[in-house]
Each structure stands twice: as structure tokens, then as C-alpha cells.
């Protein structure tokens, strides 16, 4: 399209725990409540010995005035994804403005005001709220008229991943892409009592609030706050939701047995998407988006086939009852939820689904080559030799990591034919699950907290292969089921059992991989599987960052290396780690969930969950240099909320963020809110902006 930048200037692509009871009914039907999906005897044994750590030698100086050792090492780092492989030069304006590891904002403290809190010398604003038009002519959100058709046109519930992508060349247009996680009814409806008593009406109102948004936004001033255009055509402004949007399956799962349905006897299609939590920003300017906790819309699952049930059961649907607690009672609007009459209708769902925002006219597609189970979300990166890798987590307790590497390479450029065949790069290639090893004796880890001998949690790792293309790797299934069911894949061939990986993503200064294990408190409780040295705390509330480096720095290659930067909780507490940094200087940080990275690497932490009791936020730390670990809090949200995004843009002089679920508190209605943010009357969530008020790079 004429509109399409020649350069993707952006640069980021991209609960029980402190949760409420209410956002585990509405968020992942009461997950926690229910027995772990996983009950595979795939133990993990954690005492092979791998001296070959680089991370384990380096001293931190607690750091004031030491040696910036960052942006020359990082500089070298940095692999052929800056330009030789061809990523769209990721703003290569942007890149030696900034020195790796210089974070120089004020901490704001840990608090519970039901505000949005920036530090001292930034400002915010509203971007987009629930029930804001998004379709030209859409009107304002009046909760008493609400109706499905109102809403399919107006801004979903619950936004959670935030891209913006650049529109033209001239800095101040873009496209807003959202996800719309899941609703919270009480929180909509007037006069909410149960889910039970809703209408169908309603039920729709909820189907059309979940999906997606594309929203063109435009510059405001020479600052770094964006607000909605007000172009008199918005041609790019779309609804994608789960009541009506059709989308096409790739892969080799597509036209499979499992997902023919009545609907679509070909299992080439599916209406709607579901539980669209986070995502990323690919090098060819499309969103992926991953569908998570789908169990939770499912009844019927008692009489769905026998040989089903075990299927449907590791992915979190109940087979023993009727209407599970936690349903959502969608079937009263749409008997395609009946399991017991639509058996894999659960399968339409569970992807990543991939969106061309620059195309209005393209249908969305869920690629199969992904795999299905609780996609987190999913963020790509240029391998050396061309190829792209998806890295992806499973947020369940005691699930998987996974990559994706693709057949065919990434071609640079602009051209039409160039996009068209980066438009196919996710449709086939291989996937792998992550197991890994630790590099301590297991005696050394104890559970408690407490660092091995060597000074770090870390170790080596593998990619094990499960299918490429049409040729599975695991003995019984076809490449078709091991895609359908990847969790029972992983299962199989013994994967590591993670505490819920959350977001997953490569730096793309270093290529180095981050992920978030948001939390367990199961671990090590009440027969669930022990710690390990990658998941090294028994009744984990407050979660770990785990770092990945590849071989040879090559995303592509199928051997790793790993260490723990982060070990989430209060400073104070000794189980926790920052690093090796002196942490009297460090901010507390509880449920680690969303990542994204700043043009210099920095690596920005959002929060879901908050065990240590005041609101969630946004963090960032350098991971790199003398400053890793000096973590700071650099935003909380309202009461309730999750913070959700975030989003840097290449220029760093804007930060987006979700906020999710605002007055998500057990008891509170629309009448009654526990939060009135943002507009003073019942709460709202609603995407923000974040800038610096001198107009320089957020952070430094
Ligand atoms: Fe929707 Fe894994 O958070
Ligand atoms: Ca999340
Ligand atoms: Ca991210
Ligand atoms: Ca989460």
C-alpha cells in the first residue's frame, strides 16, 4: 500500500499471585482452581554440569561512575538483524543516539492510587478507551444502549498487546494495533448480576468486545504524545472480534480431521479469535497476536468423544461436568461452544493469528506451524542466515518454552513481491521446545532462593525438535496432531516444565532472548513437580526473568545457553536477584509478564499481578554493562489494572502501555467501580501514552 513506509522506524516490536479473585474468573476461568493441565511424569534432571557459563565470571561494580562498558560491546554485538540479514534498518537514526545501559529517570515508589503514575519531568494521556469509535461513524460508548453491533465498531474490552506501526515516511502517522484480551461483565452491564442471567443480546456485546483494533493515530506537536487522526477517511481503521471476522489456518494442521467442524467441514476456517493476549510486531510490518486461556469459553466437555477428553484436558477444559465453573455460558448464544455437540471447535482456537493492518482488505490468518496451546503472544526475529524465529511461551504453570524457525528467508525491502513472500514465512518451518539444564548439582538447589556455589542460576539447553513441516519428530502423532497438540508433544518428548512463560523476545541489539516466568506458587507444593535450577524457587509468587543466549549467537541454532538476571520480589528479601547489583538501588518487581525493548536495549518489564501488594507497572533495567539489574519502576496503574504493551517507539520518545482491567476487584459492578479511571465515572480500560516533556528519549 502507498501508505507504507519504506522503513519500519520502529524499533521495538514489538493469575492467582497478587490477583484479585475476579480477574481469575474473567481472565483464564479460574485456571488456578483447577488441577495443573499437566500432568505428564516428564521430570526434569537438573545436575548436569556446564561449566561453560560467560555470564558466571562478571563482577558487578554496584556501579556509580564505573565503566560504561555497554554500548561499544553491545554495538559489536549486535547481529546481522541490524541490516546484513535484512531486517528493514531498524532505525538507524535512532541506534547511536543511545548508549546501552544508561537509564537516568527518577524510580517512582511502589503505591496503590488509582491513577496512572509517570516520574517526575514525563506526562500521559488516554489514547484509546473501551467503547471509542473506531469505525468511521461509530457512536460513543452509552453503556445503557450497548449492543453488539454498537461495539463491533468501537474500541474491544481489556486491550492487552500494543503495536504502532509507522504509516508513510513522515514520522507522524501510525497504525495502533490491539489486542482485546477477554471482558469483565460486572464491569460493562448495568445491573450485572450473574453470567447466568445474561442475554443473548449481551453475550454478543462480549463476543464483539474481544479481538482487535486498528487504529490510525497521528502525532500531537513535535511531541512524542499520539492521539487518534482526525483524517476525514480512516481507511485503515478496523474491528477484528470473536463474533464475527473469518479467519483462514495455514500450515499442515489446516484442512485437518481436527479442525473440521459443522461450520466449516473443510477445517480450513474459523470465526473469531479469542483471548488475544499479547504479540509482536514482525519485520514486515504485520501483528501476530496469541490466542491464551480459550478453555474457559468451552462447555460440554463431558460429552465430548472418549478419545478426545485427555486432548481437551491438557489444554485446561474440563471433561467431567456439564458447564464448568469458570464458563463463560457462551453457548446460549452460540451453540459452537457445546463441545458435546461441536467437539473441535475448541481446536479453531489456541493460535497465533497473524493481521496485515496496512491491508483493510486481508483476511487474518492462524498459523498452525506455531503450534497450539496458550500462546502467550510471539516476537520475531532475523536470524544470520535470513531465516525468522519466533520465540513463543505457554502461560500455564508447568508448561513450555517454544521456537519457530521458518523454511524460506526474510526478504528486505519494500517491494511488493518482497511482502507478499514475507507475507508466507510463518506458514511453514520447524518447531521446537526448550529443555533445559542446570549447571549446579542439584543439592545446591535447595528451592529457597539461594544462589548455587558458582554465584547464578544458569546452565545449557536445547532445542528439541517436534515437527518440520509435514514430518513430525514424535513418535505416534502426525505432524498434524503434534500441532493440534503440541502441549502432549512437549510431554513427550520431556520438555522443561516452566513457571508460566509469558512474553518472549529477542533483544535486537544482541539477539540474546528474554523471557518472563510470571509465577507458580505451585512449584514444589502438594505434588507438583520440585524446583530445578531454571525454575529455582518452591511456591514462586513473584517470578523470574530468564536469559537466553544461542549458539554462535545464531537464532536459528538448536543449542543454548542460560542464566537467571532477574529473580522478581522485594529487594529485601534474599531470595531475590538483581544481577549482582547492589540492590538498596533496585525497585521492587513482582509477576513479570510483558517485555519490550528500548532503541539503546534496555529491556522494559510490565507486571501482572503485583504479590507484594501495591499496583502493577512498567520497570526497565540495561541488561547489558556494569548497570545490568538496576532495575527501576517507571509507571503504576490504576487500581485493579494489569499493565499490559508496552511499546517503545524507535525514536524512544514514546512509551505505550495497556491498561488492563481497571477496578478489577471482587464485588465491584459499573455501578459500584473500584476504580473510576480513567474519566472520573466507572472505569475504562484504555491504551495510554507516555512521553518525556522535553521531548527527549523516554528512560534516559
Ligand atoms: Fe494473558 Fe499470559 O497473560
Ligand atoms: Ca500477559
Ligand atoms: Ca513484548
Ligand atoms: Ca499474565
Not at 563482577?59 to 528493514?88: D, I, M
Not at 513418535?475 to 503434534?482: C, F, L, R
Amino acid at each position: 500500500m502507498s501508505d507504507r513506509p519504506r522503513l519500519l522506524p520502529l524499533l521495538g516490536p514489538t493469575g492467582h499471585g497478587g490477583r484479585d479473585a475476579m480477574t481469575c474468573l474473567y481472565r483464564c476461568g479460574n485456571a488456578c482452581d483447577h488441577p495443573v493441565p499437566n500432568t505428564s511424569t516428564n521430570d526434569y534432571l537438573g545436575d548436569v554440569v556446564n561449566r561453560e557459563m560467560s555470564r558466571r565470571g562478571v563482577v558487578r561494580a554496584g556501579a556509580v561512575g564505573a565503566l560504561v562498558l555497554g554500548f561499544a560491546g553491545a554495538a559489536g554485538a549486535v547481529p546481522a538483524t541490524a541490516g546484513a540479514a535484512g531486517v528493514p534498518a531498524a532505525a538507524p537514526r535512532s541506534l547511536p543516539a543511545r548508549r546501552a545501559g544508561v537509564l537516568s529517570f527518577k524510580a517512582i515508589p511502589p503505591n496503590k492510587l488509582d491513577n496512572l503514575i509517570v516520574p517526575n519531568g514525563y506526562d500521559s494521556a488516554v489514547v484509546m478507551r473501551w467503547g471509542d469509535p473506531v469505525l468511521p461513524g461509530a457512536p460513543r460508548l452509552d453503556v445503557a444502549k450497548q449492543t453488539a453491533a454498537r461495539q463491533s465498531r468501537q474500541f474491544g474490552y481489556n486491550n492487552d498487546f500494543v503495536g504502532v506501526l509507522p504509516l508513510g515516511g513522515s514520522g507522524r502517522r501510525a497504525l495502533l494495533v490491539v489486542n482485546h484480551e477477554y471482558t469483565n461483565e460486572e464491569l460493562m452491564f448495568p445491573g450485572f448480576t450473574t453470567l447466568d442471567a445474561m442475554t443473548v443480546a449481551q453475550i454478543e456485546v462480549a463476543l464483539a468486545a474481544h479481538g482487535m483494533s486498528v487504529v490510525e493515530l497521528e502525532r500531537v506537536g513535535d511531541t512524542g504524545r499520539w492521539r487518534p487522526s482526525d483524517a476525514a477517511r480512516l481507511p485503515y481503521n478496523r474491528r477484528i472480534t470473536a463474533l464475527a471476522t473469518r479467519f483462514e489456518f495455514t500450515g499442515a494442521a489446516a484442512g485437518s480431521a481436527w479442525l473440521r467442524t459443522a461450520d466449516d467441514p473443510r477445517g480450513r476456517t474459523a470465526v473469531g479469535t479469542l483471548n488475544n493476549c499479547a504479540g509482536g510486531v514482525t519485520p514486515w510490518g504485520t501483528v501476530l497476536s496469541g490466542e491464551e486461556n480459550v478453555n474457559q469459553y468451552f462447555v460440554g466437555g463431558d460429552g465430548a468423544p472418549e478419545d478426545l477428553k485427555p486432548k481437551l484436558a491438557r489444554y485446561g477444559i474440563t471433561t467431567t461436568a456439564r458447564y464448568p465453573s469458570g464458563s463463560r455460558k457462551w453457548e446460549r448464544a452460540q451453540e459452537r461452544f457445546d463441545l458435546a455437540k461441536h467437539p473441535n471447535e475448541a481446536h479453531r482456537f489456541g493460535w497465533i493469528v497473524e493481521l496485515d493492518p496496512y491491508d483493510p482488505q486481508s483476511k487474518p490468518r492462524k498459523h498452525t506451524a506455531l503450534g497450539r496451546f496458550k500462546h502467550e503472544g510471539a516476537n520475531v526475529i532475523v536470524a544470520k542466515n535470513g531465516k525468522v524465529v519466533a520465540y513463543l511461551g505457554d502461560d500455564e504453570r508447568f508448561d513450555y518454552l517454544y521456537k519457530f524457525v521458518s523454511d524460506k528467508k526474510f526478504q528486505p525491502g519494500d517491494s511488493a513481491a518482497a511482502r507478499r513472500h514475507n507475507l508466507t514465512l510463518l506458514e511453514s518451518g520447524t518447531l521446537y521446545v526448550a529443555k533445559l539444564t542446570g549447571d549446579s548439582p542439584a543439592g545446591q538447589i535447595g528451592g529457597g532462593g539461594t544462589l548455587p556455589a558458582d554465584g547464578a542460576f544458569g546452565g545449557s539447553g536445547v532445542w528439541i525438535r517436534l515437527v518440520q513441516g509435514t514430518r513430525s519428530f514424535v513418535p505416534g502423532m502426525t505432524a498434524a496432531e503434534v500441532l493440534t497438540f503440541t502441549r502432549l508433544a512437549g510431554d513427550a518428548v520431556q520438555a522443561t516444565k516452566m513457571d508460566r512463560p509469558e512474553d518472549v523476545e529477542a533483544s535486537p541489539r544482541t539477539g540474546k532472548v528474554y523471557a518472563a516466568m510470571t509465577n507458580n506458587t505451585n512449584r514444589g507444593v502438594g505434588g507438583n513437580p520440585g524446583v530445578d535450577e531454571a525454575n529455582p524457587r518452591n511456591a514462586n509468587k513473584h517470578g523470574h526473568i530468564l536469559e537466553l543466549v544461542e549458539a554462535r549467537g545464531d537464532n536459528t541454532a538448536e543449542a543454548f545457553t542460560w542464566s537467571l538476571p532477574i529473580v522478581c520480589g522485594d529487594p529485601a528479601d534474599a531470595t531475590t536477584y538483581f544481577s549482582g547489583y547492589d540492590k538498596s538501588a533496585v525497585s521492587p518487581i513482582s509477576c513479570p509478564d510483558n517485555l519490550a525493548f528500548d532503541s539503546a536495549g534496555n529491556l522494559w518489564i510490565s507486571t501482572d499481578g503485583n504479590a507484594l501488594g501495591g499496583n502493577d507497572g512498567l520497570f526497565a533495567t540495561p541488561v547489558e554493562g556494569p548497570d545490568s539489574g538496576h532495575l527501576r519502576q517507571f509507571l503504576t496503574v490504576p487500581t485493579g489494572a494489569e499493565t499490559c504493551g508496552p511499546f517503545l517507539t524507535s525514536d524512544d520518545r514514546s512509551v505505550f502501555v495497556a491498561v488492563q482491567h481497571p477496578g478489577e476487584l471482587t464485588g465491584a459492578t459499573l455501578e459500584k467501580p473500584a476504580s473510576t479511571w480513567p474519566d472520573g465515572d466507572f472505569a475504562k480500560p484504555a491504551v495510554v501514552v507516555t512521553w518525556r516533556l522535553d521531548g527527549g528519549p523516554v528512560g534516559s
